[in-house]
């Protein structure tokens, strides 16, 4: 057991919910922020019936401000906070030429304002308190252009990796490291939803180790650098992709 407290965002359904279960089971006190209350509500309830353990938070991560209310609804309730997971995403599936203004937008702003903001809000706060410790998820796309994937998607996560290292440097004197984890198709609902059972299976066939990756360990991979002793790992982008990119 621990009393370490984790932010999770993003945390109501998918790898989110995976981090968050996993963070719980280690022991730490986790707040489960998404736009979607009512299922990070449920999370909630049925990891800590009485909230004491972990709670929901009304978080869109597109808002500076909303990430200052998480920051202190947290210490109001626990006095504490020690790691946050940017871990909330956007995604489309759009051939790179069809895409919108609007589609553009809405990935750039939520893969990559969540990073700057949570990274603002939540570094400062660890900055002074000498200690915390960040994980951004960023994506395989980010690294290699992505396959099943946006361009917008893919350029949103690059910036992902990049933001990582531009706040590892500059926290890193203050006690806080900041790092990435690049997982490549893994098998979580919004895969099987939105890649087509037949663009699936050749996803799937072009995977060197031959099967989608496992959200149980990426979560593993974020408790791993969110440890107190993780204080040597920073500005690194952890692949997790079954060998599709190696470099
Ligand atoms: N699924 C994969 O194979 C895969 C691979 C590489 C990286 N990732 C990354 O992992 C992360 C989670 O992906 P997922 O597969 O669980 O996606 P998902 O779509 O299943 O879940 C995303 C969660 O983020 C929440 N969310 C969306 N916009 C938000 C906002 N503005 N504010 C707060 N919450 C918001 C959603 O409500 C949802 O609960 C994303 O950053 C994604 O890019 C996923």
Known sequence: MTDRVVLVTGAARGLGAVIARRFHASGYRVAIGDITFNAAQELASELSADHSSAFA??????????????????????????VLVNNAGASKVVPVMDITAEQFDHVIQVNLRSVLFGCQVFGQHFADAGAGRIVNIASLAGQNGGSATGAHYAASKGGVITLTKVFARDLASRGVTVNAISPGPMDLPIVHESVPADKLSAVVASIPGGRLGSADYVADVAVMLAAENAYFANGACWDVNGGLFMR
């Open 57 to 82: 938070l009304n978080l869109d991560v597109t808002s500076k401000e909303d990430f200052s209310a998480a920051r202190d609804a947290i210490l109001d309730k626990w006095q504490r906070i020690d």
